[in-house]
C-alpha cells in the first residue's frame, strides 16, 4: 500500500483549504499567502512525482518527500515557538512524516 500519494494528496487539500478560507490574506500578509501556495506546490509536486513512480519511489520523490517532511518541520517549530501551533500544524508534520517514511520504506 502507497501511503506517499494519500499523505500528499491530504496535504495539498489541507493547504488549499487553508488559503481559500482567508483569500484577504493575500492582499495583507503577501509573504504568509505565498508561503501557503509554496507549501501547496511542494505537496502537490510530491503526489504527482509519487503518481508516476508507483512501485518504487525515485530520487525525485525521495527529495521531495525530504524536502516537505524538514519544510513542515520548521513549521511547526516556528508554530511552537510563537505558542501559535494549531492542530493544522501537527498534522501537516505528521502526513510529511508519514509521506517521508513510505518513500523510504519502498525505495
Do not use: C, Y
Amino acid at each position: 500500500m502507497q501511503l506517499t500519494n494519500g499523505a500528499a494528496v491530504a496535504g495539498a487539500a489541507d493547504t488549499a483549504v487553508f488559503l481559500a478560507q482567508r483569500p484577504q490574506m493575500f492582499r495583507q500578509a503577501r509573504g504568509r499567502a505565498l508561503g501557503s501556495a509554496g507549501f501547496g506546490a511542494l505537496w502537490l509536486a510530491l503526489a504527482a512525482s509519487s503518481t508516476a513512480q508507483r512501485r518504487r519511489p525515485g530520487a525525485a520523490t525521495l527529495a521531495l518527500a525530504g524536502v516537505v517532511a524538514a519544510a513542515n518541520g520548521a513549521m511547526l517549530a516556528v508554530h511552537l515557538r510563537h505558542k501559535i501551533a494549531s492542530p493544522r500544524v501537527f498534522a501537516a508534520a505528521a502526513l510529511s512524516g508519514v509521506a517521508l517514511a513510505d518513500a523510504l520504506r519502498r525505495r
